[in-house]
């Protein structure tokens, strides 16, 4: 059984900086693109930044650029969102996500989602 497990959510206040982790277990995702998508209150689910799984290049949206960044330990199954700077408009449900092409066209597996607070 697939499953992916995010941790590291909470309250920040505006400028701080926040790691969230996503355990992956059920499969090797090697191979597999690994990211994170966001869901802000009143608002649709969008891509953040992801992972290939080849090539380890990062793709991310524009908003975030110079603020997050994303790692991979292949080893350990696990993915890290660094997020920099937090601003209030970061607020939302963050979302492990993998899948087998690029994440921007959408997951083959999702996490349950951790919540992230900025304050200003």
């Known amino acids: 059984q697939v499953q992916l497990v995010e941790s590291g959510g909470g309250l920040v206040q505006a400028g701080e900086s926040l790691r969230l982790s996503c355990a992956a277990s059920g499969r090797t995702f090697s191979r597999y693109h690994m990211g994170w998508f966001r869901q802000a209150p009143g608002k649709e689910r969008e891509f953040v930044i992801a992972?290939?799984?080849?090539?380890?290049?990062?793709y991310y949206v524009d908003s975030v650029k110079g603020r997050f960044t994303i790692s991979r330990d292949y080893a350990k199954n696990m993915v890290y969102l660094h997020m920099n700077s937090l601003k209030p408009e970061d607020t939302a449900v963050y979302y492990c996500?993998?899948?087998?092409?690029?994440?921007?066209?959408?997951?083959?597996?999702w996490g349950q989602g951790t919540q992230v607070t900025v304050s200003s």
């Open positions: 996500a993998a899948g087998q092409r690029g994440l921007r066209q959408g997951a083959d597996y």
């Open positions: 992972m290939t799984g080849s090539s380890g290049t990062t």
